[in-house]
Nanobody, 127 residues
């Protein structure tokens, strides 16, 4: 049984929008964080955005700040990533991941520190 399930990927034109969803009943806890990472072909995986479930505090990487928004619906066990003004360089496999009881939000942007991962959803942006 998959513990984190991503959905919402697809292909859109540059400037378009997509909303990704990450559903997890197991890790949707107020002491946990949920993060989105992405990996483009031939590149290393990078953190995109994180949210601490307990207080809604968020983190964004520089390339997506101002364009992406992470949010949660606790009742639906789901974390969303709203992606606007998409660029071809945003094309990647997007993964959600969970960290149990982080000491701080900064720990949620490090892929080495995450406790569980989804299988990913592919986002393709055409120019």
């Amino acid at each position: 049984q998959r513990e984190l399930v991503e959905s919402g990927g697809g292909s859109v034109e540059s400037g378009g929008s997509l909303t990704l969803s990450c559903t997890t009943s197991q890790y949707m806890r107020r002491t946990n964080c949920i993060s989105w990472f992405r990996q483009a072909q031939g590149k290393e995986r990078e953190g995109v955005a994180s949210i601490y479930i307990g207080d809604d505090s968020t983190y964004y990487s520089t390339p997506v700040k101002g364009r992406f928004a992470i949010s949660q619906d606790y009742a639906k066990n789901t974390v969303y990533l709203q992606m606007n003004s998409l660029k071809p360089e945003d094309s990647a496999m997007y993964y959600c991941a969970a960290r149990i009881d982080p000491a701080g939000l900064e720990e949620c942007s490090l892929d080495s520190g995450m406790d569980s991962w989804g299988e990913g959803t592919l986002v393709t942006i055409s120019s």
